[in-house]
């Protein structure tokens, strides 16, 4: 992380605009998280805009979905963070219009960094896919 940019990253500006839970964006998921003060979770159903090969929801879009859910774990434990590096493993592949729970919790956090995992499920508790990412904290959440 020596090499990063040096960014000012404004956590306040655009919020409505992200493309995971920004709930003004046209194209966005949408996605909306609880916490249980522990794990963060959502739910979402991916339909045809989502899809990859026909039928099949796109692996990019299950990343983002681990990813976030990942970022909302830090940011409901008080970190604003950026993704370092993220390892996902897809058990299976997820079909369109299958409803879906999304969780994650944080198995570490320092000052500098975070790490957590995450996890795709059906209705059934079946693992579609799961994830670990370290990420960076870029400021603490305002309360």
Request: proline letters at 3%; glycine letters at 8%.
């Given at each position: 992380?020596?090499?990063?940019?040096?960014?000012?990253?404004?956590?306040?500006?655009?919020?409505?605009?992200?493309?995971?839970?920004?709930?003004?964006?046209?194209?966005?998921?949408?996605l909306?998280?609880?916490?249980?003060?522990r794990?963060?979770?959502?739910?979402?159903?991916?339909?045809?805009?989502?899809?990859?090969?026909?039928?099949?929801?796109h692996?990019?879009?299950?990343?983002?979905?681990?990813d976030?859910?990942?970022?909302?774990?830090?940011?409901?434990?008080?970190?604003?963070?950026?993704?370092?590096?993220?390892?996902?493993?897809?058990?299976?592949?997820?079909?369109?219009?299958?409803?879906?729970?999304?969780?994650?919790?944080?198995?570490?956090?320092?000052?500098?960094?975070?790490?957590?995992?995450?996890?795709?499920?059906?209705?059934?508790?079946?693992?579609?896919?799961?994830?670990?990412?370290?990420?960076?904290?870029?400021?603490?959440?305002?309360?």
């Amino acid at each position: 992380m020596a090499n990063w940019p040096k960014l000012s990253v404004d956590m306040e500006k655009e919020l409505e605009m992200c493309f995971a839970c920004g709930q003004r964006n046209p194209i966005g998921l949408k996605l909306k998280f609880g916490w249980d003060g522990r794990v963060a979770r959502t739910e979402f159903t991916p339909n045809k805009l989502h899809q990859g090969w026909a039928g099949v929801v796109h692996g990019g879009i299950i990343a983002c979905l681990l990813d976030e859910a990942m970022s909302y774990a830090a940011l409901f434990s008080g970190a604003n963070s950026l993704t370092a590096r993220m390892q996902t493993r897809f058990r299976r592949p997820l079909q369109l219009d299958e409803p879906l729970a999304v969780t994650a919790s944080l198995t570490k956090k320092t000052r500098r960094l975070v790490e957590a995992k995450a996890e795709v499920l059906l209705r059934d508790g079946t693992v579609v896919a799961d994830s670990t990412a370290t990420m960076f904290v870029v400021g603490q959440r305002k309360k």
